[in-house]
């Protein structure tokens, strides 16, 4: 077997997305899978949408994601160069060849003419196909028209056939050239049209294997006649699922274009997003959801994807009805997140596994950003914060979220009557006395420092129940909201010890006050 080369070409002409993300990585895994080659081809053609800044928009998400390519963009390689750009002259050969073979044709109608037989198509319920009426012109007429400055574009002469695809996906997909017409290789600005120069590139970069949206299924017949017309050899073909929507419906451009850098910025780790794209439309042998990309590498077959859509389940899409989450800030986003979604499991999953050095130098930005930390005290070494960090990472669905639990440890305590008053603990008539009994068992701990130990406290507790003739919940979560102003949180000892005798008198003074007040 021939080594196996994947590749991965955006256009430069916006954010990558998650349709485009995904891609990327089912070309990455199934390379690596197998022992072959990834190659970063950027197809920036458009030279209207294209842009400098969605270039490097699109190398910087690839790099956060961590798909390393063997040729490309910064990295090189034996058949660049690896942008449309700049191969202008190698399409211009080839076209010229299917010309001079008389398997392409100049054709010079016009955008308008054009565009008004299409309309006249529509309008009789009818697909439009191009009418070929440049189709038989004379080497004269051609002459003729050229010297006269027309504009003319450059068409593929389809011959009337079957094609028939073999997809390792979606299985064998036959195509009636009669649908699909003369169609254009060669644009009237002279690049080249993406159903031609994507067949020239991926030949001259010997691809094996063409990996994709099922989207570009419509595309693949066209660009298997122009492997035909110069005789080379068609590469494997696999249309992966579309995806959609916790709706059931197609991702519109704008629910589905958040740039992936925005889940970056969410605080979703590359490790947890790859493992949740995986699974868009894959599935492990043996149904593990979980997974590290180095699993992944090993077990990726593009042959175990599915042809049915897979469920992008991250936003709530009637919550963000009407909004363009393309745009939308980072804080948007957090509101139209659904708590649940498996992406949020995976990457709890994922947080939990990091090692702990690793783990705190990826969230010390998060933790800089949220401000409640002072600066100084923002560090690797700071043993206060890095246990606070590691204790709390169970809850942490995203690395965003610590900034929801750093004001307890480092903000004053304020607490309101309205967030405790319909609580049973905070309406029971042994709130204050397990209170205040609480209070002076803290008290009595550790009078030359601030420091709790767990296992105190845990005795605390047990001592307040007895005296009070208390356990089980109305024990636990009374003393839990009298000393913490929560109902949830980390196991009450572990809390209470990371804030701290002086802070946790604070708590317990501050909900006794209130309970009394009127």
């Known amino acids: 077997m021939s080594e196996v080369r994947t590749r991965f070409a955006p256009s430069p002409t916006g954010f990558l997305h998650v349709g485009g993300a995904r891609t990327a990585l089912f070309n990455y895994l199934y390379a690596r899978a197998q022992k072959g080659k990834f190659i970063l081809r950027i197809e920036d053609t458009d030279q209207v949408r294209s842009t400098e800044e969605s270039y490097h928009q699109v190398l910087d998400s690839l790099k956060w994601l961590g798909y390393e390519w063997d040729e490309g963009p910064e990295v090189g390689g034996p058949y660049g160069p690896y942008r449309q750009s700049e191969r202008l002259d190698l399409f211009k050969k080839y076209s010229e060849q299917l010309i001079a073979e008389k398997k392409a044709y100049p054709c ?37 028209k050229k010297a006269q400055g027309v504009e003319h574009t450059v068409r593929f002469r389809t011959p009337a056939k079957e094609v028939v695809v073999e997809d390792m ?41 063409v990996i994709r949206g099922v989207g570009h299924l419509s595309n693949t017949p066209r660009q298997v006649l122009v492997y035909e017309a110069f005789g080379w050899q068609v590469p494997a073909w696999a249309h992966v699922s ?36 995986a699974l868009l439309g894959w599935s492990s042998p043996d149904g593990r ?27 709530d899409l009637q919550k963000a ?68 960090l590691l204790s709390l990472r169970v809850y942490l669905d995203t690395l965003g979220q610590i900034r929801n639990y750093l004001p307890d440890f480092y903000q004053p305590f304020a607490p309101q009557k309205s967030d405790y008053v319909s609580s049973e603990y ?79 008198l604070d708590r317990l003074a501050k909900m006794v006050a209130l309970k009394g007040a009127p």
Request: charged share 30%.
């Open 108 to 144: 010079f109608c016009s955008a308008d003419e054009l565009e008004r037989k299409k309309k006249q198509r529509e309008a009789m319920g009818l697909p439009y196909v191009y009418d070929g009426k440049c189709r038989n012109l004379t080497a004269e007429e051609v002459a003729e």
């Open 169 to 209: 996906v979606q299985g064998t997909v036959r195509f009636d050239t009669a649908l699909i017409g003369d169609f254009i290789i060669v644009k009237s600005d002279g690049f080249a049209s993406y159903n031609y120069a994507v067949v020239i590139d991926d030949y001259l970069m010997k691809i094996s294997h």
């Open 242 to 277: 579309e995806i959609v929507g916790s709706d059931h419906k197609k991702l519109s451009k704008r629910h589905g274009a958040t740039p992936i850098t925005a889940f970056r910025d969410l605080g979703y780790t590359a490790r947890a997003f790859n493992n949740y794209m």
């Open 289 to 315: 959801e979980y997974m590290p990309i180095a699993e992944q590498k090993t077990l990726f077959d593009v042959a175990r994807c599915s042809k049915s859509p897979a469920m992008f389940d991250v936003f």
């Open 321 to 388: 009805a009407d909004v363009d989450l393309a745009q939308a800030t980072i804080a948007e986003l957090e509101t139209y997140l659904f708590a649940k979604s498996k992406l949020n499991w995976l990457s709890n999953q994922h947080i939990r596994a990091t090692p702990d050095d690793d783990f705190v130098r990826e969230i010390l930005p998060f933790v800089k950003a949220s401000g409640f930390v002072p600066e100084a005290e923002c560090r690797e070494d700071n043993e206060r914060l890095r246990e606070i």
């Open 426 to 504: 905070f309406t029971s008539e042994k709130f204050t006395s397990l209170a205040v009994a609480f209070q002076r068992h803290i008290e009595q701990m550790n009078a030359t420092s601030d420091t709790l130990n767990p296992d105190a406290i845990k005795e605390a507790l047990n001592l307040v129940g007895k005296e009070t003739d208390t356990k089980g919940k109305p024990l636990f979560m009374t003393l839990r909201l009298a000393s913490t102003g929560r109902l949830e949180g980390l196991e009450l000892p572990v809390y209470l010890s990371l804030l701290g005798k002086a802070r946790v």
